[in-house]
C-alpha cells in the first residue's frame, strides 16, 4: 500500500491550494484519512482528518479555512485550503488506516508535500 500525496507549492498570503492524497495498492477500505503538517523547527501536528463516513474534524488554527474531503472510490483525501497564511508553510503529509484484508490493516504515511505561502 502507498500514499502518494501531491498539489503542494508556492502561494501568496491570503491564497489557495487544494492537497490531494490517492492510497494505492492491495486495499480492501480505507477508513480515517488525515492530513498533518510539520513546520521547520516544529512538531507535526494534525490539521484535519474524515472518518470513512465523512465526519471531519479539524485544528482550531485552521477552522473556517481548510476543508478537508474524500472520494472512497478513487481513495483520495483532499485538503482545500483558503485564506493562507505565513505560519501555514510546512510540509503537509497525507496519513490513512488501510484495511488491505476485512480483518487486517496498518497505518500509512504519504511522503509529504511542500506548502509555502510567501509573498
Known amino acids: 500500500v502507498q500514499l502518494q500525496a501531491c498539489g503542494g507549492g508556492l502561494v501568496q498570503p491570503g491564497g489557495c491550494l487544494r492537497l490531494?492524497?490517492?492510497?494505492?495498492?492491495?486495499?480492501?477500505?480505507?477508513?480515517?484519512m488525515r492530513w498533518y503538517r510539520q513546520a521547520p523547527g516544529k512538531q507535526r501536528e494534525l490539521v484535519a482528518a474524515i472518518t470513512a463516513g465523512g465526519v471531519t474534524n479539524y485544528a482550531d488554527s485552521v477552522k473556517g479555512r481548510f476543508t478537508i474531503s474524500r472520494d472512497n472510490a478513487k481513495n483520495t483525501v483532499y485538503l482545500r485550503m483558503n485564506s493562507l497564511k505565513p505560519e501555514d508553510t510546512a510540509v503537509y503529509y497525507c496519513?490513512?488506516?488501510?484495511?488491505?484484508?476485512?480483518?487486517?490493516?496498518?497505518?500509512?504515511w504519504g511522503q509529504g508535500t511542500l506548502v509555502t505561502v510567501s509573498s
Open positions: 496519513n490513512a488506516n488501510v484495511m488491505f484484508m476485512a480483518w487486517e490493516g496498518d497505518n500509512y
Open positions: 490531494s492524497c490517492a492510497a494505492s495498492g492491495s486495499i480492501f477500505n480505507v477508513r480515517s
